[in-house]
Protein backbone atom coordinates (compact mmCIF):
# COMPACT_ATOMS: atom_id res chain seq x y z
CA UNK A 1 0.00 0.00 0.00
CA UNK A 2 1.66 3.31 -1.27
CA UNK A 3 0.27 6.98 -0.71
CA UNK A 4 0.80 10.35 -2.30
CA UNK A 5 -0.76 13.87 -2.11
CA UNK A 6 -2.79 15.10 -5.29
CA UNK A 7 -4.56 18.93 -4.68
CA UNK A 8 -4.60 18.48 -0.77
CA UNK A 9 -6.32 14.60 -1.46
CA UNK A 10 -4.72 12.11 0.03
CA UNK A 11 -4.42 9.13 -2.50
CA UNK A 12 -3.87 5.69 -1.19
CA UNK A 13 -3.17 2.75 -4.12
CA UNK A 14 -2.27 -0.43 -4.07
CA UNK A 15 -1.35 -3.37 -6.94
CA UNK A 16 -3.42 -6.42 -7.19
CA UNK A 17 -2.27 -9.00 -10.38
CA UNK A 18 -0.28 -6.16 -11.87
CA UNK A 19 -3.00 -3.54 -12.11
CA UNK A 20 -3.14 -0.31 -9.90
CA UNK A 21 -6.10 -0.23 -7.35
CA UNK A 22 -7.21 3.44 -5.49
CA UNK A 23 -9.09 3.41 -2.59
CA UNK A 24 -11.20 7.00 -2.55
CA UNK A 25 -9.64 10.10 -2.09
CA UNK A 26 -9.04 11.41 0.95
CA UNK A 27 -9.37 15.10 1.86
CA UNK A 28 -11.36 18.49 0.84
CA UNK A 29 -10.04 18.65 -2.94
CA UNK A 30 -11.89 18.19 -5.74
CA UNK A 31 -12.52 14.75 -5.63
CA UNK A 32 -13.79 13.92 -9.04
CA UNK A 33 -10.83 15.71 -10.78
CA UNK A 34 -8.62 13.89 -8.99
CA UNK A 35 -10.23 10.34 -9.70
CA UNK A 36 -10.24 11.34 -13.60
CA UNK A 37 -6.73 12.41 -13.94
CA UNK A 38 -5.75 9.28 -12.10
CA UNK A 39 -7.44 6.34 -13.91
CA UNK A 40 -6.48 8.62 -17.06
CA UNK A 41 -2.69 8.54 -15.84
CA UNK A 42 -2.53 5.25 -14.74
CA UNK A 43 -4.77 2.99 -16.29
CA UNK A 44 -5.80 1.51 -12.73
CA UNK A 45 -9.66 1.53 -11.15
CA UNK A 46 -11.23 3.07 -8.15
CA UNK A 47 -12.84 0.97 -5.55
CA UNK A 48 -14.57 0.98 -2.14
CA UNK A 49 -15.93 4.04 -3.44
CA UNK A 50 -18.97 5.44 -1.33
CA UNK A 51 -22.50 6.44 -2.62
CA UNK A 52 -21.24 10.48 -2.60
CA UNK A 53 -18.34 9.79 -4.86
CA UNK A 54 -19.79 7.09 -7.18
CA UNK A 55 -22.67 9.72 -7.46
CA UNK A 56 -20.21 12.30 -9.01
CA UNK A 57 -19.72 10.07 -11.93
CA UNK A 58 -23.22 8.62 -12.59
CA UNK A 59 -24.21 11.13 -15.44
CA UNK A 60 -20.12 10.15 -16.96
CA UNK A 61 -20.53 7.48 -19.81
CA UNK A 62 -16.71 7.72 -19.82
CA UNK A 63 -16.20 5.94 -16.62
CA UNK A 64 -18.24 2.85 -15.85
CA UNK A 65 -19.48 2.15 -12.26
CA UNK A 66 -19.96 -1.79 -11.14
CA UNK A 67 -21.42 -2.78 -7.29
CA UNK A 68 -18.22 -3.79 -5.32
CA UNK A 69 -20.45 -6.29 -3.27
CA UNK A 70 -17.43 -7.88 -1.40
CA UNK A 71 -16.95 -4.55 -0.21
CA UNK A 72 -20.55 -3.85 1.05
CA UNK A 73 -20.09 -2.79 4.72
CA UNK A 74 -22.64 -4.16 6.80
CA UNK A 75 -24.62 -2.47 9.45
CA UNK A 76 -26.83 -3.23 12.41
CA UNK A 77 -28.91 -1.76 15.33
CA UNK A 78 -26.97 -1.68 18.35
CA UNK A 79 -30.53 -2.58 20.28
CA UNK A 80 -30.57 -5.63 18.03
CA UNK A 81 -27.53 -6.85 18.87
CA UNK A 82 -27.91 -6.43 22.59
CA UNK A 83 -31.43 -8.00 22.88
CA UNK A 84 -31.58 -10.51 20.09
CA UNK A 85 -35.38 -10.19 20.62
CA UNK A 86 -37.72 -12.39 18.37
CA UNK A 87 -38.03 -15.97 16.31
CA UNK A 88 -34.88 -15.28 13.98
CA UNK A 89 -31.97 -15.14 16.60
CA UNK A 90 -33.53 -17.92 18.56
CA UNK A 91 -30.56 -20.00 17.60
CA UNK A 92 -27.71 -17.47 18.91
CA UNK A 93 -29.69 -16.83 21.72
CA UNK A 94 -29.03 -20.84 22.60
CA UNK A 95 -26.18 -20.90 21.84
CA UNK A 96 -25.05 -18.40 24.55
CA UNK A 97 -27.06 -20.05 26.84
CA UNK A 98 -25.82 -23.43 25.99
CA UNK A 99 -21.81 -21.37 26.43
CA UNK A 100 -23.48 -20.00 29.91
CA UNK A 101 -24.30 -23.21 31.06
CA UNK A 102 -21.31 -24.64 30.82
CA UNK A 103 -18.33 -22.78 31.10
CA UNK A 104 -17.35 -20.10 33.83
CA UNK A 105 -16.03 -16.98 32.41
CA UNK A 106 -15.38 -13.49 32.92
CA UNK A 107 -15.32 -10.55 30.54
CA UNK A 108 -12.58 -8.18 30.49
CA UNK A 109 -12.43 -4.75 28.98
CA UNK A 110 -9.17 -3.96 27.45
CA UNK A 111 -6.70 -1.25 27.64
CA UNK A 112 -3.01 -0.26 27.00
CA UNK A 113 -2.47 -2.16 30.45
CA UNK A 114 -3.39 -5.48 29.39
CA UNK A 115 -4.04 -5.28 25.65
CA UNK A 116 -0.76 -7.05 24.84
CA UNK A 117 -2.36 -10.65 26.18
CA UNK A 118 -4.67 -10.68 22.96
CA UNK A 119 -1.51 -11.76 21.14
CA UNK A 120 -1.01 -14.56 22.55
CA UNK A 121 -4.79 -15.36 21.76
CA UNK A 122 -4.22 -14.54 18.50
CA UNK A 123 -1.20 -16.99 18.11
CA UNK A 124 -3.41 -20.18 19.82
CA UNK A 125 -6.15 -19.26 17.38
CA UNK A 126 -3.84 -18.94 14.40
CA UNK A 127 -2.11 -22.20 14.96
CA UNK A 128 -5.76 -23.67 14.29
CA UNK A 129 -6.66 -21.92 11.45
CA UNK A 130 -2.95 -22.08 9.61
CA UNK A 131 -2.41 -18.30 9.22
CA UNK A 132 1.17 -18.81 7.57
CA UNK A 133 -0.49 -20.72 4.75
CA UNK A 134 -3.29 -18.58 4.46
CA UNK A 135 -2.15 -14.40 2.91
CA UNK A 136 -5.03 -13.28 4.01
CA UNK A 137 -4.91 -14.16 7.82
CA UNK A 138 -1.35 -13.93 7.66
CA UNK A 139 -1.85 -10.35 6.95
CA UNK A 140 -4.53 -10.00 9.46
CA UNK A 141 -2.39 -11.39 11.87
CA UNK A 142 0.19 -8.79 11.19
CA UNK A 143 -2.34 -5.86 11.64
CA UNK A 144 -3.76 -7.10 14.64
CA UNK A 145 -0.16 -7.20 16.31
CA UNK A 146 0.07 -3.51 15.06
CA UNK A 147 -3.46 -2.41 16.50
CA UNK A 148 -2.29 -4.14 19.86
CA UNK A 149 1.12 -2.81 20.31
CA UNK A 150 -0.45 0.78 19.50
CA UNK A 151 -3.31 0.32 21.28
CA UNK A 152 -3.89 3.77 22.80
CA UNK A 153 -2.92 5.56 19.40
CA UNK A 154 -5.55 4.45 17.66
CA UNK A 155 -8.23 5.06 20.50
CA UNK A 156 -9.79 1.57 20.44
CA UNK A 157 -12.55 0.34 21.98
CA UNK A 158 -11.90 -3.36 23.36
CA UNK A 159 -12.98 -6.29 25.25
CA UNK A 160 -12.41 -9.75 25.82
CA UNK A 161 -13.31 -13.54 26.95
CA UNK A 162 -10.92 -15.15 29.35
CA UNK A 163 -12.11 -18.85 30.86
CA UNK A 164 -9.68 -20.50 33.61
CA UNK A 165 -7.68 -17.05 32.89
CA UNK A 166 -6.75 -17.13 29.58
CA UNK A 167 -8.77 -14.84 27.05
CA UNK A 168 -10.27 -17.03 24.53
CA UNK A 169 -12.27 -14.51 22.01
CA UNK A 170 -11.33 -10.87 21.51
CA UNK A 171 -13.33 -7.31 19.86
CA UNK A 172 -11.75 -4.52 19.06
CA UNK A 173 -14.23 -1.71 17.90
CA UNK A 174 -13.57 2.19 17.31
CA UNK A 175 -15.77 5.05 17.08
CA UNK A 176 -16.78 6.03 13.84
CA UNK A 177 -19.13 8.99 14.35
CA UNK A 178 -21.47 9.86 17.33
CA UNK A 179 -24.14 7.27 16.22
CA UNK A 180 -21.89 4.39 15.13
CA UNK A 181 -18.76 2.27 15.79
CA UNK A 182 -16.81 -0.12 13.50
CA UNK A 183 -15.64 -3.55 14.48
CA UNK A 184 -12.77 -4.31 13.43
CA UNK A 185 -11.79 -7.41 15.16
CA UNK A 186 -13.91 -10.18 16.48
CA UNK A 187 -12.37 -13.41 17.20
CA UNK A 188 -13.03 -16.18 18.97
CA UNK A 189 -11.78 -19.67 19.94
CA UNK A 190 -13.66 -21.58 17.08
CA UNK A 191 -13.88 -25.17 19.13
CA UNK A 192 -16.18 -24.10 22.04
CA UNK A 193 -19.54 -23.38 21.14
CA UNK A 194 -21.57 -20.66 21.75
CA UNK A 195 -18.39 -18.06 22.46
CA UNK A 196 -18.46 -15.92 18.85
CA UNK A 197 -22.11 -14.84 19.83
CA UNK A 198 -21.43 -14.46 23.97
CA UNK A 199 -18.42 -12.21 23.05
CA UNK A 200 -20.50 -10.10 20.28
CA UNK A 201 -23.20 -10.38 22.59
CA UNK A 202 -21.28 -8.96 25.99
CA UNK A 203 -18.87 -6.39 23.79
CA UNK A 204 -22.02 -4.81 22.65
CA UNK A 205 -23.77 -4.24 25.90
CA UNK A 206 -20.74 -3.32 27.80
CA UNK A 207 -19.09 -0.99 25.07
CA UNK A 208 -21.91 0.16 22.76
CA UNK A 209 -24.43 1.19 24.58
CA UNK A 210 -23.84 5.02 23.74
CA UNK A 211 -24.06 4.37 19.74
CA UNK A 212 -27.21 3.24 17.49
CA UNK A 213 -25.32 1.09 15.32
CA UNK A 214 -22.28 -1.15 14.60
CA UNK A 215 -20.58 -1.77 11.29
CA UNK A 216 -19.28 -4.78 11.21
CA UNK A 217 -17.32 -4.25 7.90
CA UNK A 218 -16.99 -6.37 5.07
CA UNK A 219 -17.21 -9.90 4.24
CA UNK A 220 -14.47 -10.21 1.05
CA UNK A 221 -16.65 -12.46 -0.88
CA UNK A 222 -15.72 -15.46 2.08
CA UNK A 223 -18.78 -17.61 1.95
CA UNK A 224 -18.84 -18.40 5.61
CA UNK A 225 -18.24 -15.26 6.73
CA UNK A 226 -20.79 -13.44 4.04
CA UNK A 227 -23.65 -16.51 5.92
CA UNK A 228 -22.41 -15.46 9.42
CA UNK A 229 -23.03 -11.64 9.12
CA UNK A 230 -25.85 -12.02 7.21
CA UNK A 231 -27.56 -14.71 10.08
CA UNK A 232 -26.93 -11.67 12.40
CA UNK A 233 -29.70 -9.33 10.47
CA UNK A 234 -28.20 -6.45 9.31
CA UNK A 235 -30.40 -3.33 9.23
CA UNK A 236 -28.54 -1.77 6.12
CA UNK A 237 -26.01 -2.77 4.05
CA UNK A 238 -22.84 0.21 3.25
CA UNK A 239 -22.84 -0.08 -0.35
CA UNK A 240 -19.15 0.28 -2.39
CA UNK A 241 -18.35 0.69 -5.69
CA UNK A 242 -15.69 0.21 -8.43
CA UNK A 243 -14.76 2.66 -10.65
CA UNK A 244 -13.22 2.29 -14.22
CA UNK A 245 -12.61 3.78 -17.52
CA UNK A 246 -15.43 2.50 -20.39
CA UNK A 247 -14.16 0.49 -22.91
Known amino acids: LKGSLWDDLIILCSESEGRKR ?28 PEETKALFTKDNRFLIEPDRDNWDYLYSVADLINLTGKKYDGKRNLIKRFKAERAYEYITLSIRNAAACLDFEEAWCSVKNCD ?75 GGSFRYVNMEQDLGIEGLRKAKLSYHPCSMVNKYTLSLSE
Open 22 to 49: FFNPIGKGDIKAAVEKIIKDSGGIFFRL
Open 133 to 207: KVEGLSQERLAIRDIVENFSLFVLIGGAIEINGVISAVAIAQKLNPDTMVMHILKAGPTIAGLYQTILQEFISRE
